[in-house]
Nanobody, 120 residues
Framework: QVQLVESGGGLVQAGGSLTLSCAVS????????FHWYRQAPGKQRELVAG???????NYADSVKERFTISRDNAKNVVYLRMNSLKPEDTGVYYC??????????????WGQGTQVTVSS
């Protein structure tokens, strides 16, 4: 069974930094893209950043120059380094992977979410 397990959330003051991690476990053939999404209270889930299997990245305008997404293909892990955090970055951050498992036809997998709270 494929699982995504996130870690690294927490409480930080504005201007601080956090690094989120998301590890994929289970039997998989390949991982195509990783994404980080976030959902603030009362708002829709939004895409924060993505990285393809080839290393191409994309970011929401609101996090450009502050956040960096990266992946370790050998470990099946994706990271989100968040610098210069702002109160508006507060929310639950979700990891998403588009991957090919060995024993299923599913493609989209999600982590359970990790809370990031930025105090002013």
């Amino acid at each position: 069974q494929v699982q995504l397990v996130e870690s690294g959330g927490g409480l930080v003051q504005a201007g601080g930094s956090l690094t989120l991690s998301c590890a994929v476990s289970g039997n998989i053939v390949s991982i195509n893209a990783f994404h980080w999404y976030r959902q603030a209270p009362g708002k829709q889930r939004e895409l924060v950043a993505g990285v393809t299997s080839g290393g191409s990245t994309n970011y929401a305008d609101s996090v450009k120059e502050r956040f960096t997404i990266s992946r370790d293909n050998a470990k099946n892990v994706v990271y989100l380094r968040m610098n210069s955090l702002k109160p508006e970055d507060t929310g639950v951050y979700y990891c998403h992977a588009g991957l090919i498992p060995t024993m299923s036809t599913e493609y989209d997998y999600w982590g359970q979410g990790t809370q990031v709270t930025v105090s002013s």
